[in-house]
């Protein structure tokens, strides 16, 4: 079982995960009658166990200590043989490959922050700008903020919690990053919009009533308000005003208040990208190619027709894309089966994996746009 650095990476993502699933409450909201066990996370495999994801595993037991969670592993036995030689272990007293519960090494990590402790520490960043009295905090993961003019915003900081989880040991720079953002978010929404900023963000179909639902069930007094329009049956696009550390969706008031039409967002909001973002990197592995330009935006590439016709993006066929995470494009041939099937297989993991998840679906390019591809 061969695992390099990408497929221990998504382990990592799969755990932490499974980790925030639990620390978060939600595995025992829609489990109530198993609050008083323990839960086991655990890896079945077939090949012997590297020596990578032992560490990994290791490092989970560490993160885990105190939360009432076990890491666990076990090894299945595919094929009647190797069943045979499993029993006879058994049947001549020796240690067989079961279950394997896996301990903390001395130099594994420390334990993870729960959901409210990474809270106040957040919170703790935000009230050294702010004085205390401006931040209160709203468990799990709300945080109330008030100005100088006593206005009052919510930030919520589930989003800064599930990439703490993957990399804890940058807890400091991602507490660091939110902190700038939500401040940053806080003053520019008392200033008008430039429209020299304004970007199109691509969203999955239903993103802004997700949101609205999901606030609602947090009992917060205001809902989002934004500009959208389709790009296509799985995905919209939503006009956000780009800032150094966070982006700020468009109203319809906002559009009023610059004198905008609608029906001029699109190309202006192209225009803009391509004057934000770097020259697109292009990566090629196994037939398989991926655009990256920084991040935030890479899934808004799609947009941009220039990027469309550059020729070192030569593929056996139409071009098949996938977009499951803002940070994510992928591109491959309509003639690769093989690659198809693991774009396919790789689209539906990050979207289920991803803070900022898109969509599964592949689209394929024709007459100068993506659609949805069957």
């Known amino acids: 079982m061969e695992f390099d650095a990408r497929t221990l990476s998504q382990l990592n993502t799969k755990m932490a995960l499974y980790a925030r699933y639990v620390l978060a409450g939600k595995f025992h909201e829609q489990y109530p009658a198993m609050s008083k066990f323990q839960v086991l996370i655990q890896l079945d495999h077939f090949n012997p166990m590297p020596g990578s994801v032992e560490t990994l595993l290791c490092d989970w037991a560490g993160k885990l200590v105190g939360a009432n969670m076990q890491v666990c592993s076990r090894r299945h036995h595919c ?8 029993k006879l272990k058994l049947n001549f007293g020796k240690k067989a490959e079961a279950v394997v519960r896996w301990s903390p090494v001395a130099d594994s990590p420390s334990a993870l922050l729960t959901p409210i402790q990474f809270t106040e520490e957040l919170a703790a960043s935000l009230r050294l700008v702010l ?7 709203v468990p799990p993961f709300e945080i109330k903020l008030a100005d100088e003019l006593g206005k009052e ?5 589930d989003n800064a919690y599930g990439l703490y989880l993957i990399s804890p040991e940058q807890k400091s720079e991602t507490i660091q990053k939110f902190t700038g953002s939500f401040l940053e978010t806080q003053v520019s929404n008392r200033e008008p919009i430039d429209p020299k900023r304004i970007v199109p963000v691509l969203k999955g179909k239903g993103w802004g009533e997700k949101v609205n639902q999901g606030l609602a069930m947090r009992d917060a007094k205001k809902s989002i308000e934004y500009v959208s329009e389709s790009y296509n049956d799985e995905l919209d696009i939503v006009y956000a005003e780009d800032n150094p550390k966070s982006v ?3 109203s319809g008031s906002d559009l009023e208040k610059i004198h905008l039409q609608k029906s001029e967002l699109l190309r202006l909001a192209c225009a803009n990208l391509k004057q934000i973002l770097p020259t697109p990197e292009i990566e090629q592995r196994h037939g398989t190619f991926r655009l990256m330009a920084g991040g935030d935006y890479d899934a808004s590439l799609l947009l941009l027709e220039d990027v469309w016709r550059n020729d070192r993006i030569q593929v056996a066929g139409e071009m098949v894309v996938a977009v499951p995470a803002r940070d994510m494009l992928l591109i491959v041939g309509s003639q690769d089966s093989l ?7 790789t689209a ?3 979207f289920a994996q991803a803070p900022y998840g898109l969509t599964a679906r592949l689209f394929v390019y024709r007459d100068n746009t993506f659609v949805p591809y069957d």
Do not use: M
């Not at 004085?131 to 905090?137: C, D, P, R, T, Y």
């Not at 915003?153 to 900081?157: F, G, K, L, P």
């Open 79 to 86: 094929g009647l043989l190797a069943w045979l030689f499993w």
């Open 131 to 137: 004085g205390n009295s401006a931040v209160e905090i």
């Open 153 to 157: 915003s919510s930030c919520y900081t």
């Open 248 to 250: 700020r969706y468009l």
């Open 339 to 345: 690659g198809l099937n693991q774009l396919k297989q």
């Open 348 to 350: 539906k993991r990050i």
